[in-house]
């Protein structure tokens, strides 16, 4: 341990309490000289108590300094750690950052040759498109130009279109009034053939008494001759009635089809409406009136009955015959005028009048529904034929007996 600074002579000073008390015994100068003493002890005193004090106050300065420099000596160390830490880091950075940098330049160049590519593609792109636009506007001219001829051929197409359906529809309901008066006046005639068939029956009765086989032959051939003749012109008048409405429901779907599709491929044009079967079938009529006139004036050569019942037979025959010819010749008139004529078209398809083909064609279906109703009817007749006037008395093998009897 440190030891404590000397006084000012070299030594320690000590208090000797003799030699002051023995100073106060002596003369004036001996007390002045023992106070000079005295103060000088003092003085060495509180100069030793000074560097005393000086001195230990210099050790806790330099201890605490000593511990302020361990204490720095050791944060050195971790300091020096901590920068070397810093430093590797820095160093990864570094080469971290140089890494990035490199990546940075390809991508640069990648971005670069890109965009040059991007900026060829769109180029040749927009020049392909300019003459893709070029082109569409050339087409789009040519469409306008096209679609103003359309409308302008589609205007005739239409008038001539309204004008053709106004002849039809006069054409089908003047049709369908004189097949309307044709099958009333059949009716009638019909009627009046069994009138006189039954006039006829009668004579034939009285005349061929004694010949009953041969009368019964005669009127069950009579009976089924008027069969095949009602069944024939039932059928005819059915076929005729069939092909109207296939004409006119060919007509009706096409105007539809037009209106529906907007544009024409194929436009009948021609006056009126018939196929080429059902222009054979006036041919086939006419052949089949022919061969039953035939048929008749056979049964007429072999039965000689009375001439003049005969010649009103023939006569009626004919009448009847002829005018179902003629029914036929009218009706292939009307739709003979009809030979359907093709022109490929291609316009587009407004709004056509087509109400008054549908009213035709219910027309037609009440007629085709009454055609059989008069098929229906053929079975009655037959029974008018077979029953004619049951209140007549009539001859049988057996003498003279009522009509319903017989």
Not at 92 to 119: F, G, N, P, W, Y
Not at 169 to 190: C, I, N, P, V, Y
Not at 286 to 299: A, F, G, L
């Amino acid at each position: 341990m440190a030891q404590p600074p000397l006084g000012p002579s070299g030594r320690r000073a000590r208090y000797d309490p003799h030699e002051s008390s023995g100073a106060t015994v002596g003369s004036p100068q001996d007390s002045s000289l023992s106070f000079r003493w005295q103060l000088r002890e003092q003085e060495e005193r509180l100069t030793t108590h000074l560097d005393q004090a000086l001195w230990r106050l210099e050790q806790r300065l330099v201890e605490d300094l000593e511990a302020k420099l361990g204490a720095a000596e050791c944060s050195q160390t971790k300091v020096e750690r901590r920068l070397a830490e810093l430093a590797g880091v820095s160093k990864a950075l570094s080469e971290e950052m140089q890494r990035q940098i490199r990546r940075v330049d390809l991508v640069e160049r990648k971005t670069a040759e890109r965009c040059h590519e991007t900026d060829a593609k769109l180029s040749s792109r927009c020049a392909d498109l300019e003459r893709t636009a070029q082109k569409s506007a050339k087409a789009q001219c040519q469409l306008q130009e096209a679609s103003r001829q359309h409308v302008k051929h589609l205007a005739v197409l239409e008038d001539d279109l309204i004008r053709r359906a106004a002849h039809t529809e006069k054409e089908l309901t003047t049709f369908a009034s004189d097949l309307r008066d044709e099958m009333g006046q059949l009716s009638s005639a019909q009627r009046q053939h069994v009138q006189q068939l039954t006039v006829l029956e009668d004579d034939l009765i009285r005349r061929t008494s004694h010949n009953e086989k041969e009368l019964t032959t005669l009127a069950s051939d009579l009976r089924d001759e008027m069969g095949r003749l009602a069944q024939r012109s039932y059928r005819d008048l059915e076929q005729e009635l069939q092909s109207l409405k296939t004409d006119v429901e060919g007509l009706g779907a096409q105007m539809l089809d037009l209106k529906r599709a907007g544009s024409i491929q194929e436009v009948p044009k021609a006056d009126g409406f018939k196929t080429p079967e059902q222009t054979g079938a006036g041919n086939n009529n006419t052949s089949i009136n022919n061969n039953y006139n035939n048929n008749n004036s056979n049964n007429n050569t072999n039965y000689n009955i009375d001439n003049n019942n005969n010649n009103n037979y023939n006569n009626n025959n004919k009448n009847t015959y002829n005018y179902n010819n003629s029914n036929n010749s009218t009706g292939g008139s009307i739709v003979a005028d009809g030979v359907v004529k093709e022109e490929k078209l291609r316009v587009h398809m407004g709004d056509l009048p087509h109400e008054g083909l549908f009213s035709l064609l219910h027309e037609v279906d009440l007629a085709l529904g009454l055609v059989q109703d008069l098929r229906v009817e053929r079975g009655s007749f037959r029974g008018c034929v077979r029953h004619m006037q049951p209140d007549v008395p009539r001859f049988s093998s057996q003498g003279w007996c009522s009509g319903s009897a017989w």
